[in-house]
């Protein structure tokens, strides 16, 4: 059974920094891409990062261009969000999810090519 667990959520104030972790278990790890998404209230769930199953590909989203990375570690079973210069419009819930591919898909942004999701971490930034 897939099990995919975020953790390190929380309050900061903007300009801070944060890193969320993604715990996957139930699969191997090492073959699939994995994707950073996140959804605010009454917005539409939006990609934020993604990365292949090496770790030396990703690909992001404009909105976190130089502020977030990505990376992940295969021996851990986890995938990191790295962010920095936290604006409030940054302010969502976040989750993870795992790859139906070993690359990000064509449509990542979209949530598409993405099999199984963790349950999410909440960031909300003060300003």
């Known amino acids: 059974q897939v099990q995919v667990v975020e953790s390190g959520g929380g309050l900061v104030q903007a300009g801070g920094s944060l890193r969320l972790s993604c715990a996957a278990s139930g699969l191997a790890f090492d073959r699939y891409g994995m994707g950073w998404f996140r959804q605010a209230p009454g917005k539409e769930r939006e990609g934020v990062l993604c990365i292949n199953w090496s770790g030396d590909t990703t690909d992001y989203a404009d909105s976190v261009k130089g502020r977030f990375t990505i990376s992940r570690d295969n021996a851990k079973n986890v995938v990191y969000l790295q962010m920095n210069s936290l604006k409030s419009e940054d302010t969502a819930m976040y989750s993870c999810?795992?790859?139906?591919?070993?690359?990000?898909?064509?449509?990542?942004?979209?949530?598409?090519?993405?099999?199984?999701w963790g349950q999410g971490t909440q960031v909300t930034v003060s300003s």
């Open positions: 999810a795992v790859g139906k591919y070993s690359g990000c898909s064509r449509s990542w942004r979209l949530g598409m090519g993405y099999e199984y």
